[in-house]
Structures are given as structure tokens and as C-alpha cells.
């Protein structure tokens, strides 16, 4: 019953996002968190459909933890964007800095969720889990001297990007993740590329696949809102899916690498709550 009433919300606030009705003026910019809210309960009532519980049921009030480090995993990639400036928003200047500041924050808030909830489902399907279950290893001879080098790219990476922002730009959606790996891997901890080593990619793939689809419905939907996001991507902004770019939609693959590595810091360290192992089928 839940899930048919998150499905009418998800509908009521598609409507009103991309409607302009005059009795919701006051409230015309602020569509997107209930938006999302909606496509979050939608996806995990499917889940729960599938297999019996989400991580929304099974686990609400690790869940619940996802929304406030979703705040600030997309507020340090909203600092990153001062220095290259691809995205910009419209429909918003009549916001001071503290609503402003609110209402971002509790859009920012929906992102982790969405994705998590997302890859959960994903990982419902038979085919897509014995597709990257037993995939290409990948064994790195020596992880330490590899992380270090990592490290060290990526952190130059980032310190350059004020200064070659037109040729590192990419590396937004990749550096930080991998900064949070490299130590992972330096502290002895599991991370979420430890799985590769034995060819199970199920988590990479879910979480990679979760955004590219989370991805398509925020650009579809910011495309109709009043307020709104646009890009200005070096080299590429042509040829648009909706306001991005169609290449641009290749960062949201590493995106969900890095969603997966902050997803993991609330639902229980290195584990993937959304991402349960299985037998393979040679095991007895």
C-alpha cells in the first residue's frame, strides 16, 4: 500500500515541478527533494516487492544517516564546481544565502539515497548479478606503493584544478573517491574496490549503474523545473540530453563508485547492505 502512495506523490510532485500553478508560487522552487523523496520510496517498495525488505525497511535508521552525509558529499562537490565552474543554477536569485543554504541542503540530502536505494534494486535481478558476479579480477601486486601513487595523483589533481580547469575538470567526478580508497587501502581497510580481486564487481556495477539511471531522472526532471541547473562543459557541451551533454553522462559512472564509498560509511563501514553476496554457483 506504501509503495502506491509513494507512486501518487512521486506523480503529485513531478506535476506541480513542471507545472505553474499560481497557488504554488511559493513554493515553485523547491520541488526537487519532494521529488526525490518520491523516487526513493518508489524504488524501495519495488524492492521490497522483490525480495522482501529495502534498506528503507530493513535498516531505516542507517538509512536515515545516508540523508545528512548525502548533504555533505554533494555541498564538497558543490566547493569543487568554484573552481570549474560546469554547473550553474538559474531560477534562484531571488533566494537569500540562508534559504538559499537550506533548501540546497535538503535537495543535496536526496542524492545518496536515491543512488543506494537504487543499487539495492538493481541488485534484485538475477541476470545483473550473475553477470558481475564472477567478472574480470583485478589484483593489484602491491596495493600499498599503489594507493601511495594514487594518492598523490589524485590530491596534485585536485590542487590543479583552479588551473587547468579545462583539462581536469573530468577528474571531479573520479579524485575524490579514489582519495578516500587510497587511505582505506593505506589503513588496512576493506574498500569497495577490495571485491574486484576475486572478480565480483557486483558493487561497482550497481552503484555505477544506479547513478547513470538516478542520473538520467535528475536531468529529465531539473529540465522542466523553475529552478534549475545548467552546464558549461569544455569540449563536449554539444549534442544535449535534456540540459547535459549526452557525453557528460559518462561521470555519472565513477559518480556511483564514489556514492558507493560514502554509502558504505553509514551502512556499516566496508560492508554493502545494499549490495548482499551470493553464492556462486560452483559453491557447495
Keep these: 500500500m506504501w509503495g502506491w502512495m509513494a507512486l501518487l506523490w512521486l ?49 531505516p535508521w542507517r538509512f536515515a544517516l545516508l540523508f545528512p552525509l548525502s548533504a555533505l558529499f554533494w555541498w564538497f562537490f558543490e566547493y569543487l564546481n568554484r573552481f570549474v565552474g560546469n554547473w550553474y543554477y538559474v531560477g534562484i536569485a531571488e ?69 587547468f580547469r579545462e583539462y581536469l575538470y573530468p577528474l571531479v567526478w573520479i579524485s575524490p573517491g579514489l582519495v578516500i580508497i587510497a587511505l582505506q587501502a593505506l589503513a588496512d581497510r576493506s574498500t569497495v574496490l577490495g571485491p574486484l580481486a576475486d572478480g565480483d564487481w557486483r558493487g561497482v556495477a550497481t552503484y555505477s549503474a544506479a547513478a547513470l539511471i538516478c542520473g538520467f531522472f535528475w536531468e529529465m526532471w531539473n529540465s522542466g523545473s523553475l529552478a534549475h541547473w545548467e552546464y558549461s562543459i569544455p569540449y563536449v557541451d554539444a549534442c544535449r540530453l535534456f540540459e547535459m551533454p549526452v557525453l557528460g553522462y559518462a561521470g555519472y559512472l565513477p559518480f556511483g563508485i564514489e556514492c558507493a564509498v560514502i554509502a558504505a560509511l553509514a551502512l556499516n563501514g566496508v560492508e554493502f547492505e545494499a ?6 554457483h560452483d559453491e557447495g
Design 11 to 59: 506523480v503529485a510532485a513531478w506535476t506541480l515541478a513542471w507545472t505553474r500553478f499560481t497557488w504554488f508560487d511559493a513554493f515553485q522552487q523547491h520541488t526537487f527533494a519532494p521529488l526525490w523523496l518520491g523516487y526513493t520510496a518508489v524504488v524501495s517498495a519495488l524492492t521490497v516487492q522483490r525480495k522482501g525488505s529495502a534498506l528503507l525497511t530493513r535498516r
Design 95 to 163: 533566494l537569500g544565502p540562508i534559504e538559499y543554504t537550506f533548501f540546497a541542503t535538503l535537495a543535496f540530502s536526496t542524492v545518496l539515497p536515491a543512488v543506494a536505494s537504487t543499487a539495492e534494486w538493481l541488485d534484485t535481478m538475477p541476470r545483473f548479478r550473475q553477470a558481475f558476479g564472477r567478472w574480470h579480477p583485478i589484483q593489484v601486486p602491491h596495493p600499498r606503493a599503489a594507493a601511495i601513487i594514487v594518492l598523490i595523483v589524485t590530491a596534485l589533481s585536485l590542487a590543479g584544478l583552479g588551473a
Design 275 to 280: 549490495v548482499p553476496r551470493y553464492r556462486r
